[in-house]
């Protein structure tokens, strides 16, 4: 008896309490957990290097839209919603420890909560966007004019930006031309000993 109404009080409470998933959330969106912690951000002209030299330790992961990911997505990159920061299926691609894992949002802030929920989670070798993926856009995409900083290396950041938006482009294509092929029909072998 003492048994069983144990195990209604216990499934009374669970009714009312948040899942883990939910608490997670709620624990990340809120401002001030957000203002008391480092976030290590990347500049869209390192993740343009990485991309043009397409370094295999990068991964880039994109929490924009899947009509948003559909019409222009960054080489390589994986679309994932916050739903999926949570799976199974996630960690076979983004846990290796050595690699760094970029998050592209349309703003910041949706960047900043998946890099807290993601460590939270204990994933490493974590970065922001700065400027989210409109800065990346506005600087290799669909470039708007170029704004030097004052410094000796002005030159060649407009080297490498000119560069970058001829071949990133060409990257893109490449990526959305390799998934359009379809596949070749398996032949079945036929006969045996």
Same mark, same amino acid.
């Given at each position: 008896m003492a048994a069983g109404s144990v195990l209604l009080i216990l499934g009374f409470l669970m009714m009312f309490m948040p899942d883990y998933k939910t608490r997670l959330i =709620?624990?990340? +969106?809120?401002? &001030?957990? *957000? @203002?008391?912690?480092?976030?290590?951000?990347?500049?869209?002209?390192?993740? @343009?290097? =990485? !991309?043009v030299d397409q370094e295999p330790h990068t991964r880039i992961l994109d929490l924009r839209s899947a009509a948003s990911f559909a019409a222009l997505a960054?080489?390589? +990159? %994986?679309?994932l919603t916050q739903a999926d920061l949570f799976g199974n299926d996630l960690g076979? +691609? %983004? /846990? *290796? =420890?050595? &690699?760094?894992?970029? %998050?592209?949002? #349309?703003?910041e802030t949706h960047e900043r909560q998946a890099y807290l929920l993601l460590q939270e989670l204990g994933y490493e070798n974590?970065? %922001?966007? #700065?400027g989210g993926f409109p800065a990346f856009d506005d600087a290799f995409l669909h470039p708007v004019s170029f704004v030097p @900083?004052?410094?000796r290396w002005d030159e060649d950041v407009l080297k490498f930006r000119k560069n970058a938006q001829t071949r990133i482009p060409q990257l !893109? #294509?490449? *990526?959305? /031309?390799?998934?359009t092929k379809t596949p070749k029909k398996e032949k079945k072998i036929q006969g045996g000993c």
């Amino acid at each position: 008896m003492a048994a069983g109404s144990v195990l209604l009080i216990l499934g009374f409470l669970m009714m009312f309490m948040p899942d883990y998933k939910t608490r997670l959330i =709620r624990k990340v +969106s809120n401002p &001030s957990f *957000q @203002a008391s912690r480092v976030v290590k951000t990347m500049v869209p002209d390192e993740l @343009a290097f =990485r !991309i043009v030299d397409q370094e295999p330790h990068t991964r880039i992961l994109d929490l924009r839209s899947a009509a948003s990911f559909a019409a222009l997505a960054l080489p390589g +990159s %994986i679309n994932l919603t916050q739903a999926d920061l949570f799976g199974n299926d996630l960690g076979n +691609s %983004i /846990a *290796q =420890r050595h &690699s760094g894992k970029v %998050i592209v949002a #349309e703003d910041e802030t949706h960047e900043r909560q998946a890099y807290l929920l993601l460590q939270e989670l204990g994933y490493e070798n974590l970065a %922001i966007l #700065e400027g989210g993926f409109p800065a990346f856009d506005d600087a290799f995409l669909h470039p708007v004019s170029f704004v030097p @900083a004052g410094n000796r290396w002005d030159e060649d950041v407009l080297k490498f930006r000119k560069n970058a938006q001829t071949r990133i482009p060409q990257l !893109i #294509e490449a *990526q959305k /031309a390799a998934a359009t092929k379809t596949p070749k029909k398996e032949k079945k072998i036929q006969g045996g000993c």
